[in-house]
């Protein structure tokens, strides 16, 4: 079957760096994407990538590694607004978006 | 302008009844989704539609139906809602042409069943 494994909850401090891990076991790889969901709102798109390596997009970054089937979001310089779920989200061979539950983030003072 | 809208946002109803969810985007975007998002926050996709024409649909009960007049709107009809209807769903756009095809959503409809 298909797969997205990210931790349930993480808790971080204001000012601080936070990794999200999200791995994966898919049929067969066409990106990967991180979306952020405030509590009672929509998923917002914040990164994609389908070549490994690291994408930096701000305070914002995000990892690949297609060998090893898996990702990581990486957060600089948190902020309280920051406090929010992440959901990791995988296109397969057919294009089909496979999500994971999602990371909720909470960030202390 | 909100991109993708939908309506209403909140829908409290009687297990049995029927009702509808409606979504427009004005993106021009040519494909159109349903999700469904639990209680344990796993979004699901339920059906898929390019340009009109269905291209997702995974195992969802009958009752639901999908409906897109144009490619700017795609409409939930659910007919003998059920308690394990109750979730959010959230409509979403996205061209499927491009290569990342970024979904957009919706602000999310929150069913609950009583």
């Known amino acids: 079957g298909q797969n997205i494994d990210q931790p349930t909850e993480m808790t971080a401090t204001e000012g601080a760096i936070v990794q999200i891990n999200c791995t994966y076991q898919?049929?067969?790889?066409?990106?990967l994407f991180w979306y952020q969901q405030h509590a009672g709102e929509a998923p917002t798109f914040l990164s994609y990538?389908?070549l490994d390596g690291l994408e930096e997009k701000g305070r914002f970054s995000s990892f690949l590694s297609r060998s090893k089937g898996y990702s990581y979001l990486l957060l600089k310089e948190l902020q309280m607004k920051d406090s929010a779920s992440y959901l990791c989200?995988?296109?397969?061979?057919?294009?089909?978006?496979?999500w994971g539950a999602g990371t909720k983030l909470i960030i202390k003072p | 302008d909100t991109a993708v809208s939908q309506t209403p946002k909140y829908l409290v109803t009687q297990m049995g009844n029927d009702k509808s969810i409606k979504c427009e985007q004005n993106?021009?975007?040519?494909?159109m989704y349903w999700y469904k998002q639990d209680s344990k926050k796993f979004l699901k996709i339920m059906f898929s539609?390019?340009?009109?024409?269905?291209?997702i649909n995974e195992t969802v009960p009958n009752r639901f139906s999908p409906k897109s007049p144009d490619k700017a709107h795609l409409n939930l009809h659910i007919n003998s809602l059920e308690l394990g209807d109750s979730a959010v769903y959230f409509c979403?756009?996205?061209?499927?042409?491009?290569?990342?095809?970024?979904?957009?959503f919706g602000a999310g409809s929150r069913l609950t069943v009583l």
């Open positions: 993106l021009g975007h040519d494909t």
């Open positions: 979403a756009s996205s061209n499927r042409v491009s290569g990342a095809n970024v979904l957009t």
């Open positions: 539609y390019n340009n009109k024409e269905l291209i």
């Open positions: 989200a995988v296109k397969d061979s057919n294009y089909q978006l496979i």
């Open positions: 990538n389908v």
């Open positions: 898919t049929s067969g790889f066409n990106g």
